[in-house]
Antibody, heavy 116, light 107 residues
Framework: EVQLVESGGGLVQPGGSLRLSCAASGFTFSSHWMQWVRHSPGRGLLWVSRINAEASSTHYADSVKGRFTISRDNAKNTLFLQMNSLRAEDTAVYYC?????????WGQGTLVTVSS | DIQMTQSPSSLSASVGDRVTITCRASQGISNFLAWYQEKPGKVPKLLIYAAYILQSGVPSRFGGSGSGTEFTLTISSLQPEDIATYYCQKYDTPPFTFGPGTRVDIK
């Protein structure tokens, strides 16, 4: 059974940083593209970033480019999202998902709240 | 970047009704279009990819069509468990933009 479990969310002040993790199991993690998608109340779903299986190619939404970095550790079956210079508008539930285009499996999400 | 729109933004229909949601892309995206269902408090679920291919396990009352700039999600016979917000997503090239969503309620 495919499982994706996010962690690392929490309350952070504007301008602060957080690192999200996503532990994957139930499939060959090192063979799949992975993505981050967020859901903000009133704003719906926003695609954030994706990374290829070899970690040699990454893409970002314009709204997070230069502030967020996606990475992965295939030996530990873990996906990461380093978030710097956080803004109030980054407040959302962050989901990791499997896929490099559409997402066929999603984690339960981790809540990030950016507020002073 | 390509923008995605959906109509209507919300709808209310009776059990058994046929429901149609439209998704439009500001430029052609061939058939690189997915549909997701998000129930309140739940994780988004992939329903359809490549505009019309039903994801494994999704009930056959869900169907997708379209290509280029206009796409449709159809629920042939609305059921109470279909109460949710439905999103389209384009995935031809990044950014993989989602539509704003269509909320479906039971009348």
């Amino acid at each position: 059974e495919v499982q994706l479990v996010e962690s690392g969310g929490g309350l952070v002040q504007p301008g602060g940083s957080l690192r999200l993790s996503c532990a994957a199991s139930g499939f060959t993690f090192s063979s799949h593209w992975m993505q981050w998608v967020r859901h903000s109340p009133g704003r719906g779903l926003l695609w954030v970033s994706r990374i290829n299986a070899e970690a040699s190619s990454t893409h970002y939404a314009d709204s997070v480019k230069g502030r967020f970095t996606i990475s992965r550790d295939n030996a530990k079956n873990t996906l990461f999202l380093q978030m710097n210079s956080l803004r109030a508008e980054d407040t959302a539930v962050y989901y990791c998902s499997r896929g490099g285009s559409y997402s066929d499996y999603w984690g339960q999400g981790t809540l990030v709240t950016v507020s002073s | 970047d390509i923008q995605m729109t959906q109509s209507p933004s919300s709808l209310s229909a009776s059990v058994g009704d046929r429901v149609t949601i439209t998704c439009r892309a500001s430029q052609g995206i061939s058939n690189f279009l997915a549909w997701y269902q998000e129930k309140p408090g739940k994780v988004p679920k992939l329903l359809i990819y490549a505009a019309y291919i039903l994801q494994s396990g999704v009930p056959s009352r869900f169907g997708g069509s379209g290509s280029g700039t206009e796409f449709t999600l159809t629920i042939s016979s609305l059921q109470p468990e279909d109460i949710a917000t439905y999103y389209c997503q384009k995935y031809d090239t990044p950014p993989f933009t989602f539509g704003p969503g269509t909320r479906v309620d039971i009348k």
